[in-house]
């Protein structure tokens, strides 16, 4: 006999990863379910994705969307009695699964800590109650509505013409913090009252002290190991005068250097980031 809770909806039937909160609809076994330990993802033991059947019965569930029709469900986990499955970080993980499942990965983990850290009003203390079908909260006492913000990021593949007939090239830069050895592009967060485009501007000239033309947008990717709600933003741009060096502030960044398209370093970001991406298409596009 079936379930009538567990027919899915037209929105549901659609391909591919889609965020949405269907309020009617109840976990069922079946069910996708992402189960989260701090900042890991716990998988089965054998590295496959959960089945929400594979939980106690009492897990409190919250839904973060569909995968090819099937729900998907987050749990915020306090220790992994629950499910002793293998705890991945979800850059581990998105190295890993095919892209629609990694970006709902990346959601159960941003909304999930997002849940975490935002259980109480920051103007009056009390505690926030969840919105029916919405990932947001609201205040009982003073009304304030809390939606789940997202933090932009900007990112931007810089190139200048080569010399002497050589290929164009790219500027990559050493971060002072995180991945050091990796050769990454110069990223940034977005101000409050700030363009897209403003931000690409300002952050090239903190970092690096360039100015550039030609600013495109190429892209985004939501990322999820920033802290909850994390979008980034790519662009590409040229340097404004091909005999510009980059300039590095040695706190935030302790390298940045031009190299030719065909002669990249093999210390590159991973191929599931936009970073990565973008590099991949400046080459493409510059070598042609
Ligand atoms: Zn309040």
Redo the contacts with the bound molecule.
Sequence with gaps: MTDPSVQPSPAEQRAGFLPGVDPDRLPAPTDIALPVLGAKLLTTADGAVARVGDLPADTLWTPVGTLDGVPAWATDLTTADAFPGRARRWTSLAAEVPEPLATLAGRALAVTTWRRTHRW?G??R?ELTDQPGEISRR?P??G?YVPMQLSVAVLTAITRPGRAGRPDELLLVRHATGPTNLWALVAGFVEAGETLEAAVRREIGEEVGLTVDGLAYHGSQPWAISGPGVLLAGFTARAADRHAEPVVDGRELTEARWFGLDALPAELPPAYSISRWLIDATVTAGLR
């Design positions: 009003c103007a009056c009390a205040c006492d003073c304030m």
